[in-house]
């Protein structure tokens, strides 16, 4: 019989991870780590050929050999022709050092529970597109981790706010300022579950920006009075950096705070207020405030409606108090905030269960979504699942069964096609629709270009952004439909797309004359193949991750 409780989620994040799992009373929490902190810093550091260390020993050392260290990965999931970090002679794709850090989040939460850690959720932001979701699953394969689902950042942060149990629809605005991105979305809450209505963000925007122009006013402030700076120095700069982190903590307590800090002979005592630390950060929390007025104008244009029920203020930067009043101003809603760093770890728990739930309902030929099946068996396993947990509360388990968590996508894409001797992309699917979602072209929509075609190149575009410019878009899918002599110009192709709530795409083309059809083969050249996953998995088996 499954356990229900030993399964855990994972929030992967930029700057800061966390493993969180349902406790004795029917509570999902967060797993301390090796240190007995709540949370651990997503960096790697590689001491040698043998042995890498992950968390905070990695964080810093940062300033100190940065060629040895890796953080903000994430940014770079399924993007390895952006990303380079060489040791040893050896190169690592941004998959490889998620697992290097999965691995070591899990190895220190198993210290605390003194039980393995397997069956796991990942959490992902809302805009990550299907390649960054399978890079993702392939770096939980490669850490040892059997990888239950991938579940997006949003609707774990809900979960966690117990929103599964809701009768009442509600929409919410979740906003999410973590270390190293922000994302906002917008999500509809229902009987039926949570889904995602339109997501948007900057992610290269986080607390980082926050502790960079702090650390830099505090160096300034320093070199004026003693005539050094201190960022000159890169083990004087990490030790800015990491009391630079703390003061900004304080300040979310207090209205002042002493920085204290020798440098090259000279000491110095700076008093650090509230005030100056929202004024020279200000333009920063600016920005977070106009990507979320653009993204509920999206959902004005979506839906014809803006108005929001309830805001989640999610991820660490959110505890900053000039981030709830400058929200709570904005928009009027009054914000809830509750354990923003650890919620999404904590939803991503209760997500877990509820696919382990979904687990047992297939195993006796029940669908949870559809209703469609074996109901009387599914009901008898998962009551004898309960009474064997001595549950405390019922409700807890009884209201995942068939919940939802609908995503948008987070990309437009289109076929490159031909328009009175211009070229152009046709839009299959534009950002922040619906999925899973469905398309068959229209009755002469599509046609071949010439007489005598030999064949139909079907080339699908993914957008960077809104434009569908074929200069702003890049290729990521190629078939070939082979014609036969004496098919004429314009005889239609139909075309037939498939964009699967999992975030894969099938996309098919036949031309109606011949009955000749192809499907085009979508290629990620940003992740890993099966092949290099297996290979790297088995290398990483042998690495420690401290």
């Known amino acids: 019989m499954a356990d229900l409780t030993r399964v855990f989620g994972i929030d992967l994040g930029t700057t800061y991870s966390a493993v969180a799992s349902i ?6 929490t967060v797993v301390a780590n090796d240190i007995n902190e709540q949370t651990t810093p997503s960096a790697v550091y590689f001491e040698s050929e043998e042995n890498v260390v992950v968390g905070v020993e990695a964080k810093n050392m940062a300033e100190i050999e940065p060629e040895a ?12 022709d952006e990303f380079l970090f060489e040791h040893d002679g050896r190169q690592y794709e941004p998959e490889e050092i998620s697992a290097i850090i999965l691995k070591g989040l899990v190895e220190k939460a198993q210290l605390t529970l003194d039980d393995d850690i397997s069956d796991v959720v990942i959490t992902v932001p809302a805009y990550f597109d299907e390649a960054q979701r399978v890079a993702t699953r392939n770096a939980g394969v490669m850490a040892g981790l059997n990888v239950l689902d991938i579940v997006n950042e949003p609707i774990a942060a809900a979960f966690s706010y117990g929103v599964q149990n809701k009768e009442a629809e509600e929409t919410i605005l979740v906003y999410d300022l973590g270390g190293g991105t922000f994302d906002v979305s917008v999500i509809r809450v229902d009987a039926e579950g949570v889904r995602i209505l339109v997501t948007g963000g900057n992610h290269e925007l986080g607390g980082k920006d926050w502790d960079d122009r702090l650390i830099n006013w505090l160096a300034a402030a320093f070199e004026e009075e003693n ?4 960022l000159t120095d890169p083990h004087a700069h990490q030790e800015l950096r990491m009391k630079a982190e703390v003061v900004k903590k304080r300040l979310s307590q207090k209205m002042k705070d002493p920085f204290t800090f020798s440098f090259a002979g000279n000491h110095s005592r700076i008093e650090v207020a509230r005030e100056k630390f929202e004024e020279i950060t200000a333009d920063l929390l600016d920005q977070t405030v106009q990507v979320t007025k653009e993204t509920l104008e999206e959902l004005t244009e979506k839906t014809g409606d803006n108005s929001i029920d309830r805001i989640l203020l999610v991820g660490g930067s959110s505890l900053m108090p000039m981030v709830k ?46 209703g469609e099946g074996d109901k009387e068996a599914f009901d008898e396993v998962l009551e004898a699942e309960m009474e064997d947990l001595a549950v405390r509360d019922r409700e807890f388990y009884l209201g995942l069964p068939g919940k939802t968590g609908g995503n948008v996508s987070s990309h437009s894409y289109g076929l490159l096609a031909w328009d009175q001797g211009m070229e152009i992309v046709v839009p299959l699917i534009t950002r922040n629709t619906e999925i899973p979602f469905v398309l068959e072209s229209q009755p002469g929509q599509f046609g071949t ?25 890049k290729e990521i899918g190629r078939g070939s439909v082979e014609l036969p002599a004496g098919v004429q110009r314009g005889s239609e192709v139909e075309i ?35 092949d290099q996953v297996q290979e790297a998995g088995n290398q990483l088996a042998l690495m420690v991750a401290g």
């Open 496 to 530: 037939r797309f498939d964009y699967a709530g999992d975030g894969t795409m099938t996309l098919a083309a036949r031309e109606v004359s011949t009955d000749s059809e192809c499907e085009v083969t979508i290629v990620r050249s940003g992740i890993m193949d099966p």
């Open 449 to 473: 270009a010439e007489d005598n075609q030999s064949t139909i190149e079907i080339v699908m575009m993914e957008a960077d952004g809104d434009s569908l410019d074929p200069d702003d878009c």
């Open 227 to 230: 005539g050094v700076n201190p």
């Open 23 to 28: 406790d004795e009373f029917d509570r999902p």
């Open 69 to 80: 260290v890796v953080q903000f990965v994430k940014r770079f999931m399924g993007r390895r």
């Open 325 to 370: 009043e400058r929200i709570d101003g904005e928009f009027g809603v009054e914000s809830q905030i509750h354990d923003p760093a650890e919620c999404v770890a904590k939803g991503a728990a209760v997500w877990a269960v509820k696919a382990r739930i979904d687990g047992l309902a297939e195993s006796v030929g029940y669908d949870t979504q559809t």
